[in-house]
């Protein structure tokens, strides 16, 4: 009798354990690696309509950002996000030329920084490079954001060309933040091509 419960227990034990290693398997598989992540992000200008992003995957991306490195820990980087179709609608105007290309994109985000925090101590400019460093810090912040959607399999496009004036009247973006990008997010609606890269020699030396 004994034997037998051992043997029992031995047969249930293995079973969770061929369980807990499949759940394991598949969880490893479904999340691409940071390799991946890099290898397949491209600044995407086709969007598929069908395809929705939600407010709660929004913030995800949003608290990804937030671990970014910035001056002193300054996070200067705000971001205000279009997800409602009258918000969108309004921003769509104000993209300048991106307006067709990003036009079934879900979710449309205005990324800013507050002035006078990256690259001042005890408020004096602390370099040459001044608010420059909230720039800076605001790509950081920007860079995670994308990499993080990626990893979540969005997509994503980050656009210079945007109508600051108009954008801080249609979300009450204060005086002292400076919008750096609209950048639009949602779901490739057709493999965009990968651009070649320069040489490495081209952009590194080693002393």
């Not at 037998?4 to 999340?31: D, Q, V």
Request: one cysteine or more.
């Amino acid at each position: 009798m004994t034997k037998k419960i051992m043997f029992g227990a031995f047969m249930a034990l293995l079973s969770m354990t061929s369980c807990y290693n499949g759940n394991s398997n598949e969880n490893a598989t479904s999340s691409p690696s940071f390799d991946e992540v890099l290898a397949s992000r491209r600044s995407v200008r086709n969007y598929d309509a069908s395809k929705k992003i939600t407010e709660a995957e929004v913030r995800d991306l949003i608290k990804a950002a937030q671990e970014a490195p910035s001056w002193a820990n300054q996070q200067p980087t705000k971001y205000y996000v279009a997800i409602s179709e009258e918000k969108l609608a309004a921003v769509h105007d104000m993209v300048g030329g991106n307006k067709e290309r990003i036009k079934n994109a879900p979710v449309l985000i205005v990324s800013t920084f507050e002035r006078g925090k990256s690259g001042f101590f005890q408020g004096n400019q602390a370099n040459e490079v001044g608010d420059s460093w909230g720039a800076y810090d605001n790509g950081l912040s920007n860079c995670y954001l994308i990499l993080k959607a990626r990893a979540m399999g969005f997509d994503t496009l980050i656009m210079g060309m945007r109508e600051a004036d108009k954008l801080k009247e249609l979300f009450t973006i204060p005086e002292n933040e400076t919008i750096m990008a609209v950048i639009a997010l949602g779901y490739r609606a057709e493999e965009p091509n990968r651009p070649e890269r320069k040489n490495l020699d081209e952009i590194v030396k080693f002393f």
